[in-house]
């Protein structure tokens, strides 16, 4: 393979739907070999629980027996739970946070371990501008992708001194299966509603999941060598940067 990954293995989780499979054509089309996990193992992705601590330990241990060490990790996977916070129960709190919190904090330590080791690798977490910005009725996803962001940069200051680059890509309202589960429409994401006190888009589109994938793939590559600790937004400027 040539490119500017080659050479280098990456794992990228929530690999079969949406962000997760453009993640993984961006960074194979870019040379690296791709890993990737997902929670059904659809397709040529192996099956993962990032709830399971001990599943995600086997797996990251076996990718690395079997094809390499890890240079890329990029946590995809997440679920979306929307409703009022007053009508949100225990179960689906809980879930959120499982996945979208927990389980980065599972894979990121496994891999992150073995980064260390090494002295070398980079971490990419795909969060949330609703991390950064309140939303009405995704106050769980939203409290989860923050804490999924703050998570990974505490943990690149704690690996800088290892080599190791942890940095979050932060997508608004992308063209992904998970804006529909929310009802909204790109036409609506764009306009924004006042009711709901949403900017909309200044850039007028919503973004596809090519776009925040090329935000991922500059950050793992040697290009963004000097970049960690950092909260990349691929929102169209919605967030306004607040």
Same mark, same amino acid.
């Given at each position: 393979m040539t490119g500017p990954l080659a050479g280098r293995i990456a794992l990228v989780t929530g690999a079969a739907g949406g962000i997760g499979r453009a993640v993984v054509r961006a960074l194979t089309a870019d040379g690296a070999?791709?890993?990737?996990? @997902?929670?059904h193992g659809a397709g040529h992705h192996r099956p993962l629980d990032v709830r399971d601590a001990g599943a995600v330990e086997r797996l990251v241990a076996d990718v690395e027996a079997?094809?390499?060490?890890?240079?890329?990790?990029?946590?995809?996977?997440?679920?979306?739970?929307?409703?009022?916070?007053?009508?949100?129960?225990?179960?689906?709190?809980?879930?959120?946070?499982?996945?979208?919190?927990?389980?980065v904090f599972h894979v990121s330590r496994a891999v992150g371990r073995r980064m260390a080791a090494r002295r070398t690798g980079v971490i990419v977490t795909v969060g949330s501008n609703a991390a950064g910005v309140p939303r009405m009725h995704l106050?769980?996803?939203?409290?989860a992708k923050a804490a999924a962001a703050h998570f990974t940069r505490c943990l690149g200051l704690e690996l800088a001194g290892s080599g190791v680059r942890c940095n979050v890509v932060a997508p608004g309202s992308t063209d992904t299966g998970m804006l529909r589960a929310l009802g909204?429409?790109?036409?609506?994401?764009?306009?924004g509603s006042a009711d709901a006190f949403r900017t909309g888009i200044?850039?007028?589109r919503v973004a596809s999941p090519s776009d925040v994938a @090329?935000?991922?793939?500059?950050?793992?590559?040697?290009?963004?060598?000097?970049?960690?600790m950092h909260d990349l937004y691929v929102d169209?400027?919605?967030?306004?940067?607040?």
């Open positions: 070999t791709v890993i990737g996990a @997902d929670l079997t094809v390499g060490p890890i240079a890329i990790l990029v946590n995809v996977a997440g679920v979306l739970c929307a409703g009022p916070v007053l009508e949100t129960s225990d179960a689906d709190w809980a879930e959120v946070f499982a996945v979208n919190a927990t389980g106050a769980a996803y939203a409290a909204s429409t790109p036409a609506g994401a764009i306009a200044p850039l007028g @090329d935000a991922v793939a500059f950050l793992v590559s040697d290009r963004a060598r000097h970049v960690t169209g400027g919605a967030a306004l940067r607040a």
